[in-house]
């Protein structure tokens, strides 16, 4: 495996259920971010770890919870989720959280709320 | 904070003619602006990226210009071929706050051959 990879890549969940989305860097980087993309927006920064220390939380509800183990994984546990959660949840992670450096994205989990 | 406008939102264009995108940003000591290529079913890509010290920077096809007074940067894309068909985003940020960005709502390139 290469780059940066997330699974699952589709995921339909009921508001009351509780899943986790995974992301794994394959690129030795120290720095791992979660974005929300919902159609037509902008891409939404929703954490930034660096050195598995969560550095950002922008806002973001409690029912999203990050976890990051090591600075390889980047875990994402959802709870309770509306159905305006809908979107596709992308990781990304950089060589440094320092400005400036290219963020590598993985292919993203479409996440359906019913 | 910092806020990002993008323009247009779909843009199509014939096969060989160029392509033009354009951002607007609102934070002046923004300083890092990197340009990003999502293909369907994929995460973005960086494509290029300029930084607030030089005014363009080009990479074959692809070029970027930024005007610091004016507050916004385009994309150019010369001789444009179907597999530039996707979705652009454009971001902004200022490096002393981390790597931060602030990314505009996108712009689907469409080439007709």
């Known amino acids: 495996e290469t780059g940066v990879t997330q699974t699952p890549r589709h995921l339909v969940m009921g508001m009351t259920n509780k899943k986790s989305l995974k992301c794994e860097q394959h690129l030795g980087h120290n720095a791992m971010y979660w974005y929300k993309q919902s159609a037509k927006k902008p891409l939404e920064l929703m954490f930034v770890?660096?050195?598995?220390?969560?550095?950002e939380n922008n806002s973001v509800p409690s029912r999203f919870s990050p976890e990051c183990p090591n600075s390889s994984h980047l875990f994402l546990h959802l709870h309770t989720l509306q159905p305006e959660d809908s979107a596709l949840y992308l990781c990304a992670s950089s060589q440094s959280p320092t400005g400036g450096y290219e963020q590598y994205f993985g292919p993203g989990t479409r996440l359906t709320v019913t | 904070g910092e806020n990002v406008e993008q323009h247009p939102s779909t843009l199509s264009v014939q096969e060989g003619d160029s392509a033009v995108i354009k951002c607007t940003y609102s934070d002046s000591a923004s300083n890092y602006f990197p340009w990003y290529k999502q293909e369907l079913g994929k995460g973005p890509q960086l494509i290029i990226d300029?930084?607030?010290?030089?005014g363009e920077k080009k990479d074959q096809r692809i070029a970027v210009t930024l005007n610091k007074t004016a507050k916004h940067f385009s994309l150019h894309i010369t001789e444009t071929q179907p597999e530039d068909s996707a979705v652009y985003f454009c971001?902004?940020?200022?490096?002393?706050?981390?790597?931060?960005?602030?990314f505009g709502a996108g712009t689907i390139l469409r080439v007709k051959s």
């Open positions: 770890y660096s050195l598995e220390e969560r550095v």
């Open positions: 971001a902004a940020s200022r490096t002393e706050y981390g790597n931060k960005l602030v």
């Open positions: 300029i930084r607030s010290n030089v």
